[in-house]
């Protein structure tokens, strides 16, 4: 095999092996953190709470962990390694309200922090909202 | 056996995203209304429940299940309220995630400098 071939190969291999490594990278730690969180949600229904309570304060902790280690600059590094890992739990939501709060802190308190906060958090409410009145709409007519 | 499930079944939603994300080149913003929508649409259809019935965490961590909240949430309002309910179910379902996540984010930029290394 040439040199020139191996490269062609590696280069034709590689997109794909980077695909499957960033995969098993976002599916350990993605799934750690539902199993924290799954450890933490017994618990606390062990305790008596409701499922929807304890479901919340579960949901709370995640989001409070998740901006403390955003503000110590320990969350985006995790993300570097896991990706999606750390983007689609809630944690990556919690993550995407505080990181650019803090990092539009210099334009304002209220442009700045107000405005920025809501940069990636608000199109998944805006469209979280739109879509749970479409299923509400539905909902009321066909029930 | 819960925790083996979340694990698994959160993970292998948290691959769905990475897929998208290093195949379509689709923007983590993107991604993130992408699941809270067809978790929305899921739970609408009464599908998801099922998947959290089966995965618990693995299920309702992740953005869909915000998106089921959400479905799950509006439809309880419309049981309680009717059509009021459409208009009030989706935000009170969202209202302690996001409150939580929105206060504690607005203390953290200010106690915490942009910038600033460990």
């Known amino acids: ?82 990706g999606a890992g750390t983007i689609v739990p809630i944690t990556g939501f919690a993550n995407a309200i505080a990181a650019p709060a803090i990092e539009h802190k210099n334009e304002g308190l209220v442009l700045g922090v107000g405005a920025k906060m809501f940069v990636i958090a608000g199109p998944v409410i805006v469209y979280g909202t739109v879509a749970s009145v479409i299923v509400g709409l539905i909902y009321y007519f066909v029930r | 056996m819960d925790i083996f499930w979340a694990f698994v079944i959160g993970g292998a939603i948290c691959v769905i995203g990475q897929i998208l994300i290093d195949l379509t080149k689709l923007t983590p913003a993107r991604i993130l209304v992408f699941f809270v929508v067809a978790g929305c649409i899921l739970g609408g259809l009464g599908i998801y429940d099922r998947l959290v019935d089966f995965a618990g965490a693995g299920a309702s961590v992740p953005l869909p299940g915000f998106g089921n909240l959400l479905a799950r949430g509006v439809m309880r309002a419309v049981d309680e309220r009717g059509l009021i309910g459409v208009v009030t179910g989706g935000f009170t379902a969202m209202a302690g ?16 400098s942009p910038g600033m290394k460990e």
């Open chain 1, 1 to 82: 095999m040439t040199a020139k071939n191996f490269e062609k190969m590696v280069k034709e291999a590689s997109p794909k092996s980077a695909v499957f490594l960033n995969s098993v990278k976002a599916f350990l730690v993605g799934g750690a953190i539902c199993a924290v969180a799954q450890v933490l949600y017994n618990r606390f229904e062990a305790m008596g709470f409701a499922k929807d309570d304890a479901g919340l304060i579960v949901a709370a902790i995640l989001i409070v962990s998740a901006i403390l280690l955003t503000a110590l600059r320990v969350y985006d590094r995790i993300a570097k390694f896991a």
């Open chain 2, 97 to 112: 995630g996001v409150t939580v996540a929105v206060v504690f984010g607005y203390f953290a930029a200010l106690v915490s």
